[in-house]
């Protein structure tokens, strides 16, 4: 019988059962792809040498698993993991009470100040009230009918009595002024 | 507006007085020496705010307590601008927030200025913070009673329990009794 023998690299391979995808392979590379790596011999079987294995067979296939070498005991993980958190802790809760105690201050110095602050923006509020007033006395004149703080003379709180003060809403408050000066009052927080 | 011509304003020339022309920094850097120099008259003013709800009524208390800060900022001008001066541009430049712990140095500095020069101590950490009792010489304010109405509302006849008339189709929770 004839077997095909193909010689690829300096070597000889038999189309018998074990090298028959590689020499399907070589086949196949070299009438498709044209390469002109391989080159097919015909031959008879008798001038083949058949490989066989080595004296005292193959070495034995090493299939038992390997654990990786621990980095250190579990106990040792746990109490360092421990040990690192309650360090970290400790001085986690010491940086607390200093910015708690900073915060006291500066809210105490805030407190302080908070009788003068108030005493002038009460002036400055109870001056604005007045001016709304005359503007609105002053702009309404010529309206028939018309009482100031009412709607024709239909309050807006009929139960409330006479002397006390209702704060107007801030509509009303800067109703006279340019709208900017609502607009950064209403939206104080975009200048922060 | 909500104001009418019946609602008692005080004037302009009530309401005009000197201000603290002082700036935020200044303010901060002088707050703690200012809480307790104008203690009684800030203690004062806050409790009228407190108690009458109205900042037409305390106007007198707020005029004594712009005078008490001048006072006071006057007596620190004449006795120890430098150090302040100091201490309030450490204020303003070390951080954004103004805190005060970048300048315990200028303010060691400040604090022994005054207290030698104008006898206050800087008050103990916290001490607006603490809650403290403020007997004025204010009368207390009066109990607000609550609304009571006598008459009922137009066409609704007033019954009595015994003259309640038996409910036309019996009682719905007729197990209860």
């Known amino acids: 019988m004839t077997k095909i023998l193909i010689s690829h690299k300096n070597k000889t391979y038999c189309s018998d059962q074990q090298n028959l995808r590689l020499v399907l392979q070589l086949l196949h590379s070299l009438l498709v792809h044209r390469s002109h790596y391989p080159v097919v011999i015909m031959a008879t079987a008798e001038r083949v040498k058949q490989d066989m294995p080595p004296k005292g067979g193959y070495r034995k296939i090493n299939f038992a698993r390997v654990f990786p070498k621990p980095f250190a005991s579990s106990r040792a993980l746990v109490g360092t993991y421990i040990v690192c958190t309650g360090v970290g802790w400790y001085f986690y809760l010491l940086n607390d009470r200093l910015v708690d105690k900073y915060q006291v201050e500066s809210r105490s110095s805030i407190i302080a100040l908070t009788p003068l602050l108030d005493a002038e923006a009460d002036r400055e509020y109870l001056k604005q009230l007045r001016k709304n007033r005359d503007a609105e006395e002053k702009l309404m004149k010529n309206v028939k009918g018309w009482k100031t703080g009412t709607l024709y003379g239909e309050p807006v709180y009929k139960t409330v009595g006479k002397d006390k003060l209702i704060e107007p809403s801030l509509n009303e408050y800067y109703v006279h002024a340019p709208d900017k000066v609502l607009f950064d009052r209403a939206y104080w927080h975009k200048y922060l | ?177």
């Open chain 2, 1 to 177: 507006m909500v104001v009418t011509n019946d609602t008692e304003l005080p004037t302009f020339e009530e309401l005009t007085v000197e201000e603290v022309p002082i700036s935020t920094p200044g303010l901060r850097a002088a707050a703690h020496h200012f809480g307790k120099y104008c203690l009684d008259v800030n203690d004062e003013f806050m409790m009228c705010k407190q108690e009458t709800n109205d900042p037409r009524k305390c106007i007198n208390e707020g005029k004594a307590v712009t005078n008490c800060a001048l006072e006071f900022f006057r007596k620190l001008k004449g006795n120890c601008f430098d150090e302040f001066q100091i201490y309030s541009n450490c204020i303003d430049k070390s951080s954004n927030r103004m805190d005060f712990e970048p300048c315990r140095k200028t303010q060691a500095v400040y604090d022994k200025c005054v207290f030698e020069k104008m006898g206050i101590e800087r008050p103990e950490h916290g001490f607006f913070c603490k809650a403290r009792v403020y007997t004025g010489n204010r009368p207390k304010p009066p109990v607000e009673e609550p609304q009571v109405f006598n008459e009922l509302p137009i066409g609704l006849k007033d019954f009595k329990e015994e003259e309640r008339p038996p409910a036309k189709y019996g009682q719905r929770n007729w197990f209860i009794k």
